[in-house]
């Protein structure tokens, strides 16, 4: 019964969400306020039909109902309560109805919280994600069911993958759908803007937290990614530049941009255009990696299930969205530019410089990811773009990115001057240097360039973005929480600058060979394998080893590595076992019998490597304690809450 | 304003290359080799169980054989080691190993521990010869017919349905050109 409950459900949500988009975009161009009244309610009842499709599916899994088709192939009985439920997403079906719960999800927050914007405006909003939520919920009833029946009935499930069985991973696809579908916001308040032919400071002022927090999610959404395929690949490695990883980059680092975009508009009523423009490449390339991952274009670890038709239908869709907002955008932005320069060194020069870097590193990590397929097309041959070209295409832009923020951070709005808190960053750069090299020099035992490089930047990163909190402190002034979202978020890039440069200068990593009572040392630590001994848990078998370490004979860790092995699946995974202080990893992961009771081991130790995600969670925070502005809160004055009739597009243009 | 038309040009050709991604005829698991229907490259390389002895390919001219890429740090080479085992059962054709990349005597322990389908391992330390047949990864098998030509390659591991649909037709077909 559950599941034929779904797809009515899902069909109602479809219908809703057609109505949302009609009501919306039509109400607001006829000046029919009586219709647009109908997007708001229309709004919450595809919502509360989305949770009940989405409950329905929830509940299949959780009473192993193996007559649904998905869920006999994705669960098992064995599966622990927690995977049940986060086996839902684990493949293509059920994470598109997890999108749709997530679009709905954003569409009421938006309903609600946009009660205080022009009628037209939030109207043509929630029409515009009405578009995009009937265009995902006909995909997936179309193409991508998940409550198919399977008749007869499978006796058990076919298990969920067992590398998804993983805390981290279960819930990363949430987090970085949150990520991904709230650029939608941005996207529909830019085309919004664009269908009124009017785009003022107050737009910008009203997207810029909903940007914010979409950008914080994906923030750690991909940080969860990282550190699950860290410890639970085997490999050791934090980022591997594989398609999929790239499809959730590329839109964080137009939604970085954006965000940097959005302020030189709020502020200083400029850069229309272009804000414009990043806000649809946010959400275009979630789009886009969407497409990537589900229609088989490129190989990659990560791909569900391939099937030609989806592919075509998300292809078609793309085509619709992105076309249509580019479309849009060429025949209306052109009215929407205003007069208004900068100085050099200005604030605004320094976010232009950030924006164009971001931009041009998304760009390249587009042209990286879809290369081999351009190479086929003009029949060049079969290329793979491997980790070293993107390792440079990211680094060499970025220093001088982490350059502009270190300064950017003291300019000032307007004026080519920077302020007086500037003063000591440049000898607080050569202290950054010199205490760089000191920690290599005493620490690591040796220079290297990289290191050196890294920390240099990410120590004056983190000085500099003190230096404007701790002036306000001392001198007893008010710090809004924008300055010190943006001062916080900056210092998490400083910490990221410095995990990622130390680890990947200073990492060790060995693949050995280990008897029983037989050790191994690396960085000063040994590593004596002490026993390998049969455990059991609730669905696999597992071989766990008995790694003791020590240090100068003094005892650090024992570590327990598992080689598991999965009854349903047949198919065994290896468990790392890991210490964690705050200088570095020691990461122990078993390979395979070598015969005589031997064990290949991978044995690492990862300086720093902790602070790539720490520096991420810190760069969140600090876009959450942003969001949270007064300014953002204020309610918009009453006489912009008029109901608009059609304004005549250009007596409003350019009205910074 | 034409510069405002720019960002929908680059997303036609993004529309045009997603397209040609889609074509269902377009196989991404495809690698074609360089090689097939070229002269085998020959190599003469020590046995990995017996460094005094050479293993080469000149000596099978004349003779339809399987050249299997292989490495004991291959996890993929263990998934397909049983359907070699099976394979060499049936006495079709000779087997000749490449142990690629390697160590002697990891190599010697894996044949002893989990059985030895091949009729010679030719060792291949520093990898030349596998970049001589244009070796990708392992594992990877070759076909070469009697006139010591390269018939054909498969990439990924080995199984009986691969061994039964895509090599003994093959074998047929070059044993009855041979003939």
């Known amino acids: 019964m559950a599941p034929e409950l779904g797809i009515f459900a899902l069909i109602l949500a479809f219908i809703l969400s057609l109505s949302q988009a009609f009501f919306g975009l039509t109400g607001a161009w006829r000046g029919k306020p009586v219709w647009m009244a109908v997007a708001r309610p229309a709004v919450t009842g595809q919502f509360v039909f989305v949770v009940m499709a989405f409950s329905c599916l929830v509940y299949s899994f959780v009473n192993n109902d193996f007559s649904v088709l998905y869920v006999a192939r994705n669960s098992n009985s064995q599966l622990p309560l927690f995977y049940k439920v986060a086996a839902l997403w684990g493949a293509h079906e059920g994470s598109l109805l997890l999108w749709i719960l997530i679009l709905s999800i954003w569409s009421v927050a938006v309903a609600a919280f946009s009660r205080a914007l022009p009628l037209t405006f939030s109207s043509r909003v929630l029409g515009v994600m009405g578009l995009i939520s009937a265009g995902f919920m006909l995909f997936t009833l179309w193409t991508s069911s998940p409550f198919l029946r399977l008749i007869p009935a499978a006796q058990d499930g076919a298990d969920l993958n067992p590398v998804l069985q993983d805390f981290a991973l279960a819930i990363h696809p949430p987090m970085l759908y949150t990520g991904y579908v709230g650029f939608s916001v941005a996207f529909a308040f830019a085309c919004a803007a664009m269908l009124e032919g009017r785009l003022d400071q107050n737009w910008a002022k009203w997207t810029r937290p909903w940007t914010i927090f979409a950008w914080l999610f994906q923030t750690i959404g991909i940080a969860l990614g990282s550190w699950w395929a860290y410890y639970e690949l085997g490999w050791g490695g934090w980022w591997f530049w594989d398609p999929v990883e790239n499809a959730s980059f590329m839109p964080w680092l137009a939604g970085t941009a954006l965000i940097h975009s959005l302020s030189v508009t709020e502020k200083r009523g400029i850069f229309k255009s272009w804000t414009l423009l990043l806000a649809i490449f946010a959400f275009s390339l979630s789009l886009v990696g969407t497409f990537l991952v589900r229609s088989g274009v490129l190989v990659s670890v990560h791909s569900f299930a391939t099937d030609p038709t989806r592919g075509l239908y998300i292809l078609a869709f793309l085509v619709l969205t992105i076309g249509g907002s580019l479309t849009l955008y060429a025949w209306r932005a052109p009215k929407l530019y205003a007069a208004g320069g900068f100085e050099l060194f200005s604030r605004e020069f320094f976010l232009l410089v950030n924006n164009v870097i971001l931009a041009a590193v998304a760009a390249l990590v587009l042209w990286g990811t879809l290369s081999p397929l351009v190479y086929e097309l003009l029949g060049v041959g079969k290329i793979s773009v491997g980790p070293p070209v993107f390792a440079v295409m990211f680094l060499v832009p970025m220093l001088p990115l982490m350059v502009f923020m270190a300064i950017g951070m003291h300019s000032a709005w307007r004026r080519g001057k920077l302020t007086a808190t500037a003063k000591p960053l440049w000898w607080l750069a050569g202290a950054a240097v010199l205490l760089s090299a000191s920690i290599q020099g005493l620490v690591f035992g040796e220079l290297h360039w990289l290191g050196l490089i890294g920390f240099s930047f990410g120590f004056w990163i983190i000085f500099s973005a003190l230096l404007e909190p701790l002036r306000r402190l001392r001198q007893k002034q008010t710090l809004t929480a924008a300055l010190l979202g943006m001062c916080i978020a900056h210092l998490g890039v400083g910490m990221f600058a410095i995990g990622a440069s130390g680890v990947e200068s200073y990492k060790i990593e060995k693949d050995v060979s280990l008897k029983p009572g037989g050790s191994f040392r690396i960085a000063g630590y040994d590593f004596k394998f002490l026993s390998a001994a049969n455990v059991r848990g609730p669905n696999y078998d597992a071989v766990q080893a008995e790694v003791q370490v020590t240090r100068g004979g003094k005892a650090v860790t024992l570590l327990e590595p598992q080689k598991r092995h999965f009854w349903v699946q047949q198919t065994s995974n290896s468990k790392a076992a890991i210490s964690v202080n705050w200088a570095r990893d020691l990461f122990v992961a078993m390979g395979d019998p070598l015969g005589d009771n031997a064990w290949s081991m991978r044995i690492q130790y990862k300086p720093l490597v902790r602070y790539i995600w720490l520096g991420a969670i810190v760069m969140a925070l600090g876009g959450l304690i942003a969001a949270t502005d007064r300014r953002y809160r204020v309610k918009v004055p009453a006489a912009a809450q008029r109901l608009a009739t059609p304004p005549d597009p250009n007596a409003e243009l350019g009205s910074a | ?179």
């Open chain 2, 1 to 179: 304003m034409w510069k405002f038309l720019l960002p929908f040009a680059a997303f036609v050709a993004l529309v045009v290359l997603f397209a040609f991604g889609l074509n269902p005829s377009r196989d991404i698991h495809a690698l074609p080799s360089p090689l097939i229907g070229k002269p085998a490259p020959e190599f003469a390389l020590t046995d990995v169980l017996d460094p005094s002895r050479v293993v080469s390919n000149a000596t099978l001219k004349g003779q339809v054989y399987v050249l299997n890429v292989w490495g004991t740090w291959c996890v993929a080479c263990r998934q397909e080691h049983e359907a070699l085992l099976a394979i060499a059962q049936q006495h079709v054709v000779p087997i000749i190993g490449l142990d690629y990349m390697d160590e002697r005597e990891k190599a010697k322990q894996w044949l002893t521990q989990l059985g030895n389908p091949y009729n010679a391992v030719a060792f291949d330390t520093d990898g030349r010869t596998a970049i001589d047949w244009g070796v990708y990864g392992a594992p990877e098998t070759y076909l070469v017919d009697g006139k010591g030509r390269v018939i054909f390659k498969f990439i990924t591991p080995m199984t009986a349905e691969v061994w039964q649909h895509e090599f003994l037709p093959r074998i047929a077909a070059a044993r009855r050109e041979g003939a």
